[in-house]
């Protein structure tokens, strides 16, 4: 704890797994049926990356904001908090969660507000964080939209001299725009926002247009959808009939797409990190919106160094799936790719050691 820097790794060491980062794509919360133990998903190599990077950047960051005389209360505001722990099964060792990432920041920020819409979530978190033995902590269980404009944007004010940082990680859509304009607009917060690309091209299929129900989403969570209706080609089959289509839509210009609204409100925003799964499928893309130059240059040197690092990496040992992996809920499974994060190589396969899991329906 006491040097500098915010820990991206584990804390319990080796051992059964605890807590899931809640992709949408890597299956559900699992219990340890043998201990009769709460415990939840494995986290992914992606989503490490992302916590070392958000690590990073906050150790910048309260080194910064520790030397500006005037500033009266630093704030860390997870909008989407989940466990605070989880299990890396590529390693079999656990993993800190962003909020615990950030209390371990050296310098500390000066509060802490950690929101989850899931209450067993924030009960989980509860117990995490009392290990730090920290005071300042507002838990709060709700909707994060609601939460951020009705009482962190009122009470983190520029006025007050008090400034935050707003860590936006959802599963998918579930950032409104009018929330990043009210948050905006306290010009005393800056947002490291996961945007989730995979989740928009779902809603943008190939062969139609996007149905009403997309359609309503994509405009609740875009400043404008009018670039929607630019995707689409309109052709005639061979009966006449008339159907849009479209091209492949790449990642980075979805990213960009909505970037460029932030930019609309923020003065700087960093340059994007494409989050790809184990098949180099994009699912996120990371980036800063602030009101300081200096902090979008950080987040950029951040950023590129990252994307050097990753480019250099050997490629991930090949994963095999196991029989009945899926079936019996082995926190390694990866239901999406059917192969198991768990491979033989390590402290080998929990089925291999005689353990059962029963799968529990992630909140
Ligand atoms: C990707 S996980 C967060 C991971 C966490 N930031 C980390 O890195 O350790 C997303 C979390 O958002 C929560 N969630 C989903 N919808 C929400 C909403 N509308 N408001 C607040 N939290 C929500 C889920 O319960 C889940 O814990």
């Known amino acids: 704890m006491s040097t500098p820097g915010c820990r991206t790794k584990g804390v319990g060491g080796k051992g059964s797994p605890v807590a899931g980062d809640g992709w949408n794509n890597g299956g559900g919360e699992h219990h340890n049926c043998m201990a009769g133990a709460a415990v939840s998903r494995p986290i992914r190599p992606w989503s490490r990356d992302k ?33 605070g722990q989880y299990f890396d099964p590529e390693v079999d060792e656990y ?17 802490f507000w950690f929101i989850d819409l899931s209450s067993a979530r924030i009960a989980e978190l509860q117990n995490h964080a009392d290990t730090r033995g920290r005071s300042d902590i507002h838990f709060h269980t709700g909707d994060a939209n609601r939460f951020l ?29 009018a929330t990043i304009e009210v948050l905006t607009a306290t010009k005393a917060l800056d947002l ?18 996007p149905d009403p129900t997309s359609s309503g989403r994509l405009k609740l969570l875009f400043k404008d959808t009018e670039w929607v209706e630019s995707l689409y080609l309109h052709v ?15 990642a980075q210009r979805l990213a960009d797409r909505y970037i460029a609204d932030v930019r609309s409100l923020f003065p700087y925003t960093s340059r994007p990190v494409i989050m790809r799964n184990s098949v180099n499928a994009p699912l996120y893309a990371l980036f800063l919106a602030s009101h300081n130059a200096n902090a979008a240059k950080i987040t950029d040197s951040i950023f590129d160094k990252y994307t050097r690092e990753a480019a250099a990496r050997p490629p991930r040992p090949r994963r095999t799936p196991t029989p009945g992996c899926f079936e019996n809920g082995c926190p390694g499974a990866d239901t999406t ?6 491979t033989q190589s390590l402290s080998g396969h929990p089925q291999n050691r005689g353990l059962t899991f029963s799968h529990a329906r992630a909140v």
């Open 95 to 111: 993993v800190d969660g962003s909020p615990l990432v950030a209390l371990d920041c050296e310098p500390p920020f000066d509060e």
């Open 337 to 342: 790719t059917r192969s198991c994060y768990r």
């Open 149 to 177: 404009t009705r009482d962190v944007a009122l009470t983190i004010t520029y006025d007050s001299y008090r400034r935050g940082f707003v860590f936006v990680d959802p599963y998918g859509l579930q950032v409104d725009w």
């Open 192 to 209: 490291f926002i996961n945007f989730p690309v995979m989740g928009v091209n779902r809603l943008l299929p190939r062969d139609e247009a």
């Open 236 to 250: 005639a089959d061979l009966f006449g009939d008339v159907r849009a289509m479209r091209d492949r839509l790449d």
């Open 51 to 83: 916590l070392d990077l958000l690590g990073k950047y906050l150790q910048a960051y309260t080194r910064i904001m520790h030397r500006q005389p005037w500033l009266k209360r630093s704030s860390f505001i997870d909008a989407f908090a989940g466990a």
